[in-house]
């Protein structure tokens, strides 16, 4: 089993982080100095994938545009001897071959994956969501397909979260298999504490095999009455083999508010054009409050 393509569904309508996602995809919001999706694609990228297949809508055309050539802008900056920013703006089309398609309507993530069947075909492929960061130092992605690929088997990436927390997340049934992998055999989404089946909640990060295709579109309407992936997981892991794995790493949720600017910070923190000016900032801002 080699996992060769991924899949990142980004169709959502970001109702969290309005008025900015009226109009600006939340994937396209910048975190420093670039947009949260080129974090997920370099991440795909640094996991080995060579083709990503990104699930869009008619409101998010900004992302295509974002990783197309810019002609007048490359001679401009070329012209300006401003090289490394050409090279960055270079660097952002030529990091994948990245492909598109659209959710026409917005049916929830079970249903976004749904729309890249024929962009996977017969292949088992990596899922990582539009909006959910990783800081890790192996790839969570690569995590996961080490995994998957050891136990032919799907893998979905969890971590431990606290009880009160786990309604916001799939929660999932494991026994151990070995170190930080366990096998799966039942998940639900967005569990109370008494109905949750463990405290292993699934973040953002998922390697399938293309027998979800065939349950995603035979699966009703779920929490929220939206399709739900967790609901087509927990068909595919009673008939087939699928792991977890506690991946080693740190998890942004960028589609909050909360979340983006814990993100922005600490990767702001990290750069090296304003990781020692954030530092004095935040300090000297720390005395005042
Ligand atoms: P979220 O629930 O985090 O995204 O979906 P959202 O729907 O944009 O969020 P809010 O609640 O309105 O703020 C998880 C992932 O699934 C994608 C989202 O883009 C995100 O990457 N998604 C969700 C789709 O692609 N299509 C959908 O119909 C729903």
Known sequence: MKVRKAVIPAAGLGTRMLPATKTVPKEMLPLVDKP???????????????DILIVTNRAKSAMDDYFDYYPELETRLNQAGKEKELCEVRRAADLANIFYVRQKETRGLGHAIWRAKRFVGDEPFAVLLGD??????????RQLIDAAEKYSASAVGVQYVATEAIS??????????????????????????????????ILGRYV??????DILENLSPGYGGEIQLTDGLKQLCRTNPMVAVDFEGRRYDTGNLNGFLEATIDFALGHPQTGDWLRRFILDKAKHL
């Open 36 to 50: 949260v999706i080129q974090y997920i694609i370099e991440e795909a990228v640094a996991a080995g994938i060579e």
């Open 132 to 141: 959910d960061i990783m800081k890790a130092s192996v790839p969570v992605t």
């Open 168 to 201: 916001k997340y799939s929660s999932v049934k494991v026994s151990p298999l070995e170190g930080r992998v366990f096998q799966v055999s039942d998940m639900n989404e967005k569990p109370t504490p008494e109905q949750m089946l463990s405290n292993y909640a």
């Open 208 to 213: 399938l095999t293309p027998e979800i295709f």
